[in-house]
């Protein structure tokens, strides 16, 4: 049976515009979808190392601070279970996208989006409470200081801050008179140059002077721009994140349309 003239010259048959906006979304997602997952990666690298920041300021407030339910003990707490549920939140948006499952993104957009609540909250509470936070770690160094003669554990932990920050006392050299057995004398750690005994009959120039509370919140003051840029970075991550879970949720919903 020959081929008809007419049906060989006849171009060949364009595709529907049902078909033509079914490749659209079908392209849209993967693109969304891939972005997604670079997101998903790097939230997950965001939520351990919320858990880590948050585990080395609970170890640092355990061996510098009385224990107790305040601000300052609450603060690490609150960013390790953050840390914690973003990096579940992470899992769930990652198998919303694998799967294009329209409950599982709505799901990780609406969670996403109560994280990003509880950092502004615990950015405000620093804020906040950064006065108090304050006071209680000179109150609480103070009483490190008291425990010093007869706590080998606390005397270490001292000596390390005072070596590290090159201070001495809370306020100043002179907090360690206030001492009993401490008369005439300071740790060794307060020396310039660290020897044995050192810190008996020293003499001033020897020494430093400068308290550790004033030492260490102006290190705090001083890498605070560091924290703000790196909380900024997260948030910024974050948003990026719900855009883009917006998006795949649309497209799910427009490829369920078009089929």
Known sequence: MTTPFFSILAPPAQPTCRGQAAMAVEGGMKCVKFLLYVLLLAFCACAVGLIAVGVATQLVLN??????????????????????????????????ACKENYCLMITFAIFLSLIMLVEVAAAIAGYVFRDKVR??????FRQQMKNYPKANETAS?????????????????????????????????????????????FV????HTEGCVEKIAAWLRKNVLVVAAAALGIAFVEILGIVLACCLVKSIRSGYEVM
């Open 63 to 96: 061996q510098t601070m009385t224990r107790g339910a305040t601000p300052s003990f609450l603060l690490p707490v609150v960013i390790i279970a953050v840390g914690a549920f973003l990096f579940l939140v992470a899992f769930v948006g990652c198998c919303g």
């Open 135 to 140: 006071s209680e770690f000179n109150k609480d």
């Open 157 to 201: 932990i001292l000596d390390k801050m005072q070596k590290d920050f090159k201070c001495c006392g809370a306020a100043n050299y002179t907090d360690w008179e206030k001492i009993p057995t401490m008369a005439s004398r300071v740790p060794d750690s307060c020396c310039v140059n660290i020897t044995n005994n050192c810190g008996v009959h």
């Open 204 to 207: 001033v120039k020897d020494i």
